[in-house]
């Protein structure tokens, strides 16, 4: 039985995830790793982790991390959102700076 999720993920997205997947099993057979010993340093199941290599989306990210990990990509993760690449947001945030900047006066004492 398929989810909803699954359904209304975008085609572009599913595609990723499969490349993804792919990536990962190039990336493993290059180290001469079977997928039961990936499978073993990740700390999943066989099936688990081929569900990894094909790019399912139900697998959780933190499945993806440690496979990274142990493929030899630590740092992957960190730099995929990363504030400072993030155009969109910094374009955003350019337009919302005020025209001009006024200091409050403070009350005077009487």
């Given amino acids: 039985m398929k989810s909803e999720f699954n359904e209304v993920m975008p085609q572009r997205v599913r595609r990723s995830l499969s490349k993804f997947g792919t990536d990962l099993a ?7 790793l079977t997928i039961a010993m990936v499978a ?10 081929v569900k990894v ?17 142990v493929l030899g990509f630590p740092d992957v993760f960190a730099n995929l959102a990363d504030v400072s690449r ?3 947001g910094l374009l955003l945030e350019t337009g919302r700076l005020p025209k001009r900047v006024r200091v409050k006066k403070e009350p005077t004492a009487l």
């Fill in 26 to 32: 190039i990336a493993r057979r290059k180290r001469n």
């Fill in 40 to 49: 073993e340093r990740v700390g999943v199941g066989k099936r688990s982790y």
């Fill in 53 to 69: 290599e094909k790019g399912d989306p139900s697998v959780s990210m933190g499945i993806y991390a440690m496979a990274l990990f």
């Fill in 86 to 88: 993030d155009d969109t």
